[in-house]
């Protein structure tokens, strides 16, 4: 996409929204910081700039340490009896990640796809698809910074959760100098870093850390230790009492280990079905080792299922793994 096309598309869905009074943004099921801090900065923008009717509907439950944001108690968990005319998808890739049911989506006069997902599938009638902004939070900017409005401090802090969570605080290969730009913008804006920071990085619960700590005596490394591999039972899941599917702190935590360059996590669903997710740091591409699970995802962060017991699917996948680095 051109960056004719794209400030043209950013200029249309503008004048879009200024022609809808009854609007509904919402995003992904299992938010994270970028679909939730996108759904508030741009719901924020919109009831500040416009006199418009505007659901911000996340259908799941917040996280926890999300519940800081500036707007949160504004969001809705459904959209019973409330009528809508614009559709705005945030973060989405496809509309079975929306939380909601299909028929709405023809229901609408219009559906816009704000995404950064390359495989985006520009189910909208207007597809903001870029998929070299490190996150949804990034194109929500350029957005609001062609509307004219001022950024005021809620607004960033919610932008600046959306690219810091999706970048993991500036430190993945998504993020560019743009990313800085835009973050230097917000930090003009007076937000308090530390608020944000400490939620979204220094807030692990006790039972998540438990969870850790079960986890990680099963940590075991092989190839000269440059894979480390762990396993979360049902078993560790119930006693930790770790309501949360977010497990992705135990396979970050097994990566920081500085020899290792790939790990990973078998997470026991039931007897047969184990999750994995694959993290790496330098040269090895784990996206080719779920692919040949039929997973998915990125170099670095990648996942799939498997439909086995955890031993049987401990030695599988170890030994793609172990391929990989030939
Ligand atoms: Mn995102």
Redesign the pocket.
Known sequence: MGMNNYSELLLKAISVIENYDNICITSHVNP?G??IGSVLALGLVIKKKFNKHITMLVPDKVPNNLTFLPGIDLIETDLIGQKVDLFIAL?CGDENRLGVEKSLLESVSVVINID??ITNTDFGHINIVNPKAS??GEIVYDLINHMNVELDKDIATCIYTAISS?TGSFKYDNTTSKTHMIASKLLDARIDTNIINTNLYQSRSIEKTNLLVASLNTLEFFNNKKIGLAMITKKMLEESNATSEETDFVVNFIRDIDIVEVACILKEIDNNTIKISFRSKKHVDVSQIAKSFNGGGHAKASGCTIYMNIEEGKQLVLEEIVKAFR
Do not use: A, L, P, Y
């Open positions: 994270d970028d679909s973060d950064h997902h996150s949804t999706d």
